[in-house]
């Protein structure tokens, strides 16, 4: 959820979830906005997560939280994201395939002042 809205993600592809050297990475297409159907091209949501048990200097800097959702006062998209480059950390935690929690998120143009964002997210086979 972001600004009140309900954005749901899913992908059918099983290289959607990938835990890497301690890093589980999503990628998800969007689906819905407030459970109306959405053309995929519109947005996403990536996330790259450490796990309890850490990580290596080289994976650090994939840890990340993007969203890129419809912009429902123009033609395009709002690109979000939290990580080291828009000094916002990534406070998700991850619990396995899965992590919920609140999370702000910068604007990437910087046009629009930063979000909180309800992310609850699971990778199932």
Not at 95 to 111: C, E, K, M, R
Request: some cysteine; overall charge negative; charged content about 20%.
């Amino acid at each position: 959820m972001i600004d009140g809205r309900t954005y749901a993600f899913s992908s059918e592809l099983s290289t959607s979830c990938r835990a890497i050297a301690g890093l589980l990475s999503v990628t998800l297409d969007i689906e819905s906005v407030d459970g109306e159907a959405i053309d995929t091209e519109e947005g996403h949501l990536i996330l790259g997560l450490p796990g309890p048990e850490g990580f290596s200097d080289a994976v650090a800097e994939n840890v990340e939280v993007k969203v890129r959702i419809p912009n429902p006062e123009d033609v395009g998209g709002l690109e979000y994201q939290a990580g080291d480059w828009v000094d916002e950390p990534v406070t998700l935690v991850r619990d396995g395939f899965s992590t919920s929690g609140t999370q702000i998120l910068v604007n990437q143009s910087g046009a629009y002042p930063p979000v909180t964002a309800q992310i609850d997210a699971r990778c199932t086979e």
